[in-house]
């Protein structure tokens, strides 16, 4: 009887990871469709729409999704063939390039479905402090146990990589 829990306990684990992966897969298939987007894509419109004149150098977006400079270039490449975002010189700067929320990309970021992270910040910013440490330190663990502590993520709920041309 004592190996049937583990054995139980072992299958829900699996399962919940499953339905993790399967809602990550779901919500990038409706975002694909509704406005032909990545995740990732999605993230870049998010920032550049809450900084002040909708603008900001790309040394900032790749700080705030945690992914290199490089990742930025191309995810910004793919947008701007979109014709989302623009890239502009700074005019207090003129060696500062900025990128550009553009009225196209705005439309789309406003068509786009509620975001999978949304949600999970959301839930996640509700939970007492100790939940989210324990939470953490088990997302943290699961990682572990999946041979994934190295690998370098940013906090963008997709799967693959983040800067490969998809949508």
């Given at each position: 009887m004592t190996?049937?829990?583990?054995?139980?306990?072992t299958?829900?684990?699996l399962?919940?990871?499953?339905?993790?992966l399967?809602?990550?897969?779901?919500?990038e298939?409706?975002l694909?469709?509704?406005?032909g987007l990545?995740?990732?894509?999605?993230?870049?419109l998010?920032?550049?729409?809450?900084?002040t004149?909708?603008?900001?150098?790309?040394?900032r977006?790749a700080?705030?999704?945690g992914?290199s400079?490089?990742?930025?270039?191309a995810l910004?490449?793919?947008l701007e063939?979109r014709g989302?975002?623009l890239?502009e010189r700074?005019?207090?700067?003129?060696?500062?390039?900025?990128?550009?929320?553009t009225?196209?990309g705005?439309?789309a970021?406003?068509q786009?479905?509620?975001?999978?992270?949304?949600?999970?910040?959301?839930?996640?910013?509700a939970?007492?402090?100790?939940?989210q440490?324990?939470?953490?330190?088990?997302?943290e663990?699961?990682a572990?146990m999946?041979n994934?502590?190295?690998?370098?993520?940013?906090?963008?709920?997709?799967?693959?990589e983040i800067?490969r041309p998809?949508?």
């Amino acid at each position: 009887m004592t190996d049937a829990i583990p054995l139980a306990r072992t299958d829900a684990a699996l399962i919940a990871l499953r339905r993790i992966l399967r809602a990550t897969e779901q919500y990038e298939r409706e975002l694909a469709q509704a406005a032909g987007l990545t995740p990732a894509k999605l993230r870049v419109l998010q920032i550049l729409s809450a900084e002040t004149g909708r603008q900001a150098p790309p040394s900032r977006l790749a700080g705030r999704m945690g992914v290199s400079q490089a990742t930025v270039t191309a995810l910004v490449d793919q947008l701007e063939k979109r014709g989302y975002v623009l890239r502009e010189r700074s005019v207090a700067d003129r060696r500062q390039l900025l990128v550009r929320l553009t009225e196209a990309g705005a439309e789309a970021l406003a068509q786009a479905p509620d975001a999978l992270q949304q949600n999970f910040v959301q839930g996640f910013q509700a939970l007492h402090d100790w939940e989210q440490a324990m939470l953490v330190a088990s997302l943290e663990r699961v990682a572990a146990m999946l041979n994934a502590s190295g690998i370098d993520a940013s906090p963008v709920l997709t799967l693959g990589e983040i800067g490969r041309p998809r949508g």
